[in-house]
């Protein structure tokens, strides 16, 4: 589980509400077998109606980033501030990292892989790591699920999960970036033009990082989302 580092610490402070888009982890898989951002916007504004949270800080990693992104967007007034972290949501070329990620096919040997491209540090990868989330990923409907979302070719999901640069030059919120200087999944050369974009950005870069910022430089990360999200 990505957050498992960061939620204790940033609980210390803050509500942290982390759920399972439709089709990951263990939520429902869709109905009808579509996924698409619209509907992943949709879930994250339903849930906040069922909590009753009217506004709320929204912590977007990769997909999720986009997702964050599209959010602030489309419903500005219910974001107070924005973190992204290793964000998609400009267009890029599709790293070899990330089709790899998008074209998984379930097996011990190729989670191992993944989780390879996701680390700067190898060692952080153990055993159990791997198995937990091989376990994860053939749960009943999971491997279906994630098939189709992302279907070769796969550019066409970097350019789905982009939103305009005249859109994101108006987003009017605090923004902190993050990303890993090494990461191989999402270019740093997003989070630089996020911040470029975005009036109201500041971006923190981590070297000897890849796309898992929030674990590789766990206690660094939390204290820095904290901090801006609680500051006066």
């Not at 439709?22 to 009808?32: K, M, P, T």
């Not at 890029?92 to 989670?111: H, K, Q």
């Not at 409907?141 to 305009?164: C, H």
């Not at 993050?178 to 999402?186: C, L, N, T």
Request: aromatic share 8%.
């Amino acid at each position: 589980m990505n957050w498992r580092l960061a939620m204790p610490e940033l609980a210390k402070s803050c509500r942290v509400i982390v759920p399972d888009m439709l089709g990951f982890g263990y939520s429902q898989r869709s109905a009808d077998g579509h996924y698409s951002p619209e509907r992943w916007v949709a879930q994250a504004l339903g849930l906040m109606d069922a909590l009753g949270l009217a506004q709320a800080d929204v912590v977007g990693n990769s997909f999720g980033g986009a997702l964050a992104l599209m959010l602030a967007i489309q419903r500005p007034q219910r974001i107070r501030r924005l973190v992204l972290m290793g964000a998609a949501g400009v267009d890029f070329e599709l790293t070899s990292g990330l089709d790899a990620v998008w074209g998984y096919e379930p097996s011990m040997d190729n989670m191992r892989r993944i989780m390879d491209v996701f680390a700067f540090d190898h060692t952080r990868i153990t055993e159990d790591i791997v198995r937990s989330r091989f376990e994860a990923s053939i749960q009943p409907g999971a491997q279906e699920a994630f098939a189709a979302m992302f279907p070769a070719p796969r550019q066409r999901w970097v350019q789905a999960l982009a939103s305009p640069e005249e859109a994101i030059r108006a987003i009017p919120h605090e923004t902190l970036i993050i990303h890993g200087r090494e990461d191989k999944v999402i270019p740093l050369s997003n989070s630089l033009r996020l911040c470029e974009l975005i009036p109201r950005a500041q971006l923190h870069v981590y070297g000897r990082c890849g796309h898992w910022t929030q674990i590789e430089h766990a206690g660094r990360f939390a204290r820095l989302v904290r901090d801006f999200l609680t500051e006066q």
